[in-house]
């Protein structure tokens, strides 16, 4: 049984590295005052390891975010009059996600109809590993089944309201039955999913994980946006989309309690895990030849 710091040992880099061997991850992300999701989870994506990543925004998003980033690079696509990206970037998306491994889909995106039907295609459609959270899991709410659809990996991040749109069960019954409800999810449309929230889940619908990292102090808007570009840096390095979530999660969490260790629970923010998500690589390096390294129990169905 394998344990999330042992996942580490295939992130090994060559002494002869380029930014080339690593991923490129493709965010698409952020509307009209939601501009900091997006932000959020293409640095995430770099912290965790992946060679280049590009944020893609609504086109008069474009100089709002090229100014706030500077390891990322950013890009412009069609948008409706609401500042929302549009249907008809579709084209150009699945172009440039060609040149990419990994796709990031939903945070801060907004609901306007068209970006709806935008995920919906890309869903449907995409042939890259597709993570999704945020407004790109509501907008699959009572359209689950596209999912079977998928031709390629899609990775599902909800928190249990996102998860209660996504099945039509209320909050109550899947915090109930948390493994449960998540399973037979990711075992009926064959995708990897993370139930966020207190002791994350992670399946594939067989094997299943159950994370102990993490704190009360991560409840704070744009964590989980931290968590999907995490997800998908460490898919374009080469993780299998299960081992990649597991990861993700417990380093995310690791990341939480190292940040709250220095600045306390009540103060922590989004920001303050992705500033450690670089110290949590290292604490799990060190725990990886250790027997009972923190957060990890598994289990297969």
């Not at 049984?1 to 580490?8: K, Q, T």
Request: with cysteine; net charge neutral.
């Amino acid at each position: 049984m394998v344990r999330p710091p042992d996942l580490l040992a295939g992130l090994r880099r060559p002494p002869d590295a380029h930014k080339g061997l690593f991923g490129h991850v493709l965010v698409l992300a952020g509307s009209t005052g939601f501009v900091g999701a997006g932000c959020l989870a293409a640095e995430a994506a770099l912290a965790s390891g992946a060679g280049l990543a590009t944020l893609g925004v609504p086109h008069s998003l474009l100089p709002i975010v090229a100014t706030k980033l500077t390891a990322c690079m950013t890009h412009g696509f069609r948008e409706v009059r609401d500042g929302a990206l549009a249907l008809g970037a579709l084209p150009e998306i699945l172009a440039f996600a060609g040149r990419c491994n990994v796709v990031a889909l939903g945070p801060g995106m907004g609901r306007h109809r068209s970006t709806e039907r935008l995920v919906h295609a890309l869903v449907r459609s995409l042939d890259r590993t597709l993570v999704l959270d945020a407004d790109a899991l509501n907008a699959l709410e009572g359209q689950a089944d596209l999912l079977d659809e998928a031709p390629a990996p899609r990775i599902l991040t909800p928190h249990p309201g996102e998860m209660s749109r996504l099945t039509g069960l209320s909050t109550q019954q899947i915090q109930a039955d948390r493994t449960g409800v998540a399973r037979e999810f990711a075992a009926r449309h064959k995708v990897v999913l993370a139930l966020k929230g207190h002791g994350t889940v992670v399946t594939d619908g067989t094997d299943l994980y159950e994370n102990e990292t993490g704190n009360p102090g991560m409840a704070t808007g744009g964590t989980g946006d931290v968590l999907t570009g995490m997800v998908a840096g460490l898919c374009a390095q080469g993780l299998a989309p299960f081992s990649a979530a597991c990861l993700a999660v417990y380093l995310h969490g690791l990341a939480g309690d190292l940040a709250a260790k220095k600045i306390g629970e009540h103060s922590l923010t989004a920001t303050d895990v992705l500033a450690f998500i670089g110290s949590a690589f290292q604490v799990a390096m060190e725990d990886a030849s250790s027997s009972s390294p923190v957060g990890f129990r598994s289990s297969r169905g």
